[in-house]
């Protein structure tokens, strides 16, 4: 049996899963649910792997998640046609929609697959934290030491902090309104002020830092207490 894969001729065995097919010839498919570990369940939950079956006269796309996808001989598929490419970067905006945004206190932080996806599929998503591995103790934040990872959006392989100095926003503020307020309240809870805030913000472009002083004041996150 053979399947085509963007245009390249494989080989495959009946029952195998074009995912498999994909992964045994180096072929990238991005996945988020699938655990190595565990080849007898393919839960095709997060649906990051889907790929478009390509067939002649077909009105709308097939796309099917290719963990789950049975190889058939002769079968088309496409990894990268732009179809697949806006569905995968629709289902990464609708899975971190609903991600717990800690990504300090995260077991993973420092090799954040969500990181790397909203890179590579330009969705600014998750904050420098998810790529930072200073956790815990080892966090500038934990230390009192002033840090706009948790408001920066990742992308730069948390550069500065994996090289012993903390964030400065090279990449600038994350866009992302929810994302951006766990991060602020984040640095509100750490004791951090407004005004520390906004002086290290000075980084930031004028209409940056316009809009998250803006932000800070109508939701009112930093403790007045503490300001004055």
Not at 90 to 101: G, P, T, W
Not at 206 to 226: M, Q, R
Request: proline content about 4%; aromatic content about 6%.
């Amino acid at each position: 049996m053979k399947i085509v894969i963007d245009g390249e001729e494989y080989p495959c065995e009946p029952g195998q899963k074009v995912y498999d097919v994909a992964q045994e010839n180096d072929i990238y498919i991005p996945t988020l649910c699938l655990n190595e570990l565990n080849t007898g369940e393919r839960p095709a939950g997060c649906r990051m792997c889907l790929v478009e079956i390509v067939e002649e006269n077909n009105e709308e796309p097939n796309l099917e998640s290719s963990c789950s996808l049975p190889v058939s001989d002769g079968m088309e598929i496409s990894t990268k046609s732009r179809v697949v490419y806006d569905e995968r970067r629709e289902v990464l905006e609708l899975l971190l929609s609903e991600h717990q945004q800690d990504c300090r206190n995260c077991g993973i932080s420092g090799d954040c697959k969500f990181s790397d996806l909203s890179f590579e599929y330009d969705i600014d998503g998750v904050s420098v934290c998810s790529e930072c591995p200073n956790r815990k103790d080892g966090c500038f934040l934990s230390r009192g030491i002033i840090c706009l990872g948790p408001i920066t959006h990742s992308g730069c392989n948390a550069f500065c902090t994996r090289n012993g100095d903390p964030c400065e926003s090279c990449f600038g503020i994350l866009k992302n309104k929810d994302v951006l307020l766990f991060g602020l309240k984040d640095l509100d809870e750490k004791g951090f002020t407004r005004e520390e805030i906004l002086e290290a913000g000075k980084v930031f472009s004028y209409e940056e830092t316009k809009s998250l002083e803006e932000l800070i004041d109508e939701n009112d996150i930093f403790n007045k207490e503490v300001q004055e």
